[in-house]
């Protein structure tokens, strides 16, 4: 489907992150043309002026004809009828997280791409990271010994989204790490969430739950904090690992030490109850690549050689569970099974879109604009 | 009831927490004579080398005659038995943190203190530091806007108790900060907590729900983290605040900074739907007295006036409360009502107890250890 | 000169700083195209992937009739022949720091440009820098007090240059970071200076000494330095202030403290000999642009306006003074009189530069390459 | 001459730094009694509240029957004259640093120490932390590759003193660091310093010139900074170190990264010039015992065994050397080697001493304080 030349690849909003990918892509060998997709004309104005061989379109109707993959980078609520337009004409499609905004879309997408035979990722950036790779291997190697739980924290002044909350925009990224790194997907999920300064969520923490390895997982994501954090820590019996994506140098720090419980001392309460150890501290040394260069030339590899992606649909669609499920908890102030949400539709009435989403969506123009 | 030269201290249990009571006795004007009551003679001695004038009693029941009151640094199980005790003597008595390790326990004591006509205060350091006091300022004077949430963490590799588990042994710091700043105590609690290196929860999750003000406030505590965190974040419309324990220049910094829903423009999803505000941060001088320090000598001034202390039983009985409905919510999985533990006497078969606790107390006898 | 569309701008030079221009320059509306002057194919090559309206030339002379200015990105020997052939043709020239390797030679430069009538103009990107504006507006208002002292310090594992050292390539910045807050150029000069891993210094030292306001500074510049630093500190009698470049949040620093002679006790030593005062830190809120993006739409202004700009050939010798007096005091292990350096054409045979530079330059070809 | 049950240790001068004396000899099994010595009553009374067994003397003839050693932790000025009477009567002498204010004073108390054979050591704590023997080791097992240079900084808003400028109060530090680490003395010195909040210098640059091996080491101290820095870099060419001792987990960070001379590519100056090597960050972990506990058991290991301690004086001389050597450099703006210091009685007029040092000094009696 592509052309001699290479990949013609349009992207879809071109707010923040969308022309983060214009970027990227013009670093990309086997990407022959760039196409911008925006109905904003000043956006696509302003990027042609330092890309003067852009393409630009109004809408993805316009577009389709002269493209062969596109990437979505427009408001969660828009993901779904984006993307299936773009898979009913053939084309590939990479949507940034979240996938969709409920698990049904996810699967309708999923099934559509499946039918089709086109290519469906989902962009979960971190999967594409080198220190996140470097955790994983941690973990499978079993470097940290037993793995007793993880702990992430997404905190900023952060970008409100117009039609999703900070779980369906801040914690898909978790997710994503949290799933990759351990190799597996939560049992289930508990959530508290507030909102302050908006209608939407705008704070939240989640708890996850894994059954093989048998690990629960903290997340803590807001919108609404004076700091920026971007952190994991893994706490294994051997070794504890810090993951801080804000630091240029030390990224990742391996702290050798650790605590188990002494030798039984009968009832002598005046005794420690556990014997610490301490080591050294280390910071490996990471290669970084930029993960959207990675990212967007993997998509682009599998459009061209047919590969499977990483981070295909059904990938996109576990994050999508376990941000419906974690929905559900906090509505419900209960723990929530993530079965609860593979058999339905539409387990929940999304109390996390605001109305205007749905009024945009259901005259059939594509919003388009910034996300992260 | 104190002789003509000051005050007689006995501080029972001489562990990492009772020798810096010692310690700060000894700057104490209005202390006479301190005595170290610990069964294990090996503390006494070390102790003595360095303060040879302190006198040494295997067991409160040798001290109470020497003593006008006591302060009780043993772990948390043996609270209860050791403060009756000293009460029914007529000793007036400072409790470490937590008063009890139920609130039927607390009431108990409470009671009897009020019977016998003795000061009952509990140790919460954190009520007697400067940059608490400044945070509830600020709160009180409503400098932050509107406050929107806390959020604490209290996270280190740390001393694993015997009897009790992190919850019971660092979360009473929190809550009782989080009670003082706001001037409330929250009406409803949820917990997540999980145990990985001991049979005892090393690490917890709290949410605590206020009324008025309507505040949400999230607490973490871990004894399995890799770095030490001592932080209190609270969030405002107009300003937002870190106070970070372990910076020993900039304790507190105020973040005037926040955002705002921008004015409806419709549904048009491509606009950012808040405005942002930045401004400077402002890191007040704090004069910083060591405050246990402030607490220790507020204890001698209560007993030797009469006055009533700024954290007495009922302010102890608060913070247990919220412990036991956290422990209860991680039980059960549910959000738990303050008043659910109110009427009861003991809501909970203490899980956190291990059992050697129990054997201990049945036989009467003191045990005597460290405190954190 | 310039075509009615706008300004022809060409980079000499598309190393690493060169490129940066080159992306800056696209977003100035008073720029009409944007050549890119490099011997090297590839170089030019990739920029045109991303920019492909970039005009590319091998070497200035052919791009001169293309061009209304020139951007001279190229090694700090090769900015003399470059800058005096564009000034011979009439254009006008920026060149990045520092403006030439001696003395003499700038002279020259702007001598030419003030017979041929163009701009010369030097790229000292910290005087286009908001922090370094509120440092020189908190001087000259007199915030801090008395001035007692400047220090910087701009240390890394760096990028080492062919054809200077560390002095020439480093500190032209605190140099004229300096000269711009104090508003003035110093009298004299001392230096310290080594070479560990290169035949050129790699680690140096400078001392300052201005008389109106009367003050030292030092400045202290290293490649070989395992954790990149970029500092300058401010101390006066009421305030001191700490500029951290690094740092994305609280750049500036104000520490409201300071120290003072207590009044005279007599001969007693064991009095404390001065009284201290300690106060908030406050961090402004600095509104940053790219100091780049503001230099090179200052220099498109005076090219188009005909205005003199802030960074001149007179403000560039000036640095180039204090530097090839750093250099004299080095190799002499004295102080050094600026005025030693005024009077005459070349001070110095030129120790700096090593042996290729001077080849090089004698075959009349422009070598291009990096600059920082 | 000590008596039966142990070392009879007084201290001289019991301000900041004489009271750790105190509180650390409490805790040596082979220290009897300790006995303060300073003439003002209020330090004495406050002491023995904490430490109830002191005895105390208002000056050193009062003491001297009564102790077998004494730590002279009184201003500089005074050391001299303390010591020498100590000495005289058979006393063993530890001194802190620095050992004299100029080098004869010091060569005249160690021929003292040597005539009457009683021990004279000097107090450099750093060659008694084990981060410290952690750097002397790796530049003793070439664990740097070839080493390149060493760089201190010691800055604070700091305790001014008296009676002498920072060069003789903060740069001991640094010196005997270096001394140590390297295992040798330097040949000769440069030195930058300036007075601004006192008469005394308050801020100084050191430069050591060490011959084998051939090192520069750079020295940067401040009593007028607005941030607290104890900091050392060793740059080698294998690896480079920090060593910041105001870090409670990671004081020693090893970054095994290093940067060497390209293969020479001709003459095109658009090669960069050198190849970067990157590599992990290791943090070792140390077992840290308070260096002036080690250090003042070591002293009494040194009386009670004849050992000849690690820093005595000879040790305490070398160090004076420099700082009078770096006294001169700063006085007549040129490097001055350290043989000029070493054959002279008193080379300079010793312009770092206040007037009031010598009318103290002339009436017999020992003025006492505080020394850091």
């Known amino acids: 489907m592509t052309n001699a030349t290479g990949l013609r690849v349009g992207v879809v909003g071109c707010g923040y992150w969308g022309s983060k990918h214009i970027r990227v892509l013009h670093s990309l060998e086997s990407v022959a043309t760039i196409a911008v997709i925006d109905p904003n004309p000043d956006r696509a104005l302003q990027l042609s002026r330092n890309y003067p061989a852009l393409e630009a379109y109004k809408n993805l109707d316009e577009a389709l004809p002269h493209v062969d993959a596109v990437i979505i980078a427009t408001p969660p609520s828009t993901h779904k009828p984006l993307a299936l337009k773009a898979i009913a004409a053939g084309r590939h499609v990479m949507v940034e997280k979240p996938l969709a905004t409920n698990a049904a879309d996810a699967r309708e997408m999923i099934a559509a791409a499946e039918a089709r035979g086109v290519v469906l990722m989902v962009g979960h950036t971190f999967e594409y990271h080198s220190a996140v790779w470097q955790l994983r291997e941690m973990v499978q190697k079993r470097e940290l010994g037993d793995l007793y739980y993880l702990d992430t924290a997404r905190l900023n002044l952060g970008l409100y989204q117009n039609d999703c909350n900070v779980l369906f925009d801040l914690a898909p990224h978790d997710v994503s790490i949290l799933n990759f790194v351990l190799g597996a997907t939560p049992v289930s999920v508990q959530c508290w969430s ?8 705008d704070v939240g923490y989640l708890r996850l739950h894994y059954k093989d390895p048998d690990i629960t997982a903290n997340v803590h994501v807001s919108w609404l904090d004076p700091c920026k954090v971007r952190r994991v820590t893994m706490v294994g019996s051997q070794k504890m690992v810090i993951f801080n994506d804000l630091e240029s140098e030390e990224r990742i720090k391996i702290h050798d030490k650790g605590v188990s419980q002494a030798p039984q001392l009968g009832e002598d309460l005046t005794q420690p109850p556990m014997s610490y150890r301490y080591g050294d ?3 490996p040394h990471l290669v970084m690549n930029e993960p ?12 061209l050689s047919g590969m499977v992606p990483l981070t295909g649909g059904a990938n996109g669609l576990a994050v999508v569970e376990v941000l419906e499920a974690a929905q559900l908890s906090a509505a419900q102030g209960r723990e929530v099974l993530l079965e609860e949400v593979r058999g339905s539709k539409v387990v929940l009435a999304e109390p996390a879109m605001a109305p205007q989403a749905t009024a945009v969506l ?3 123009s594509a919003p388009i604009g910034d996300l992260r």
């Open 362 to 364: 259901s005259n059939g």
């Open 194 to 201: 507030s909102h302050h300064a908006h209608q939407l969520e």
């Open 281 to 283: 501290v280390v910071s």
């Open 292 to 303: 959207l260069l990675v990212e967007d030339e993997h998509f682009a590899d599998c459009v």
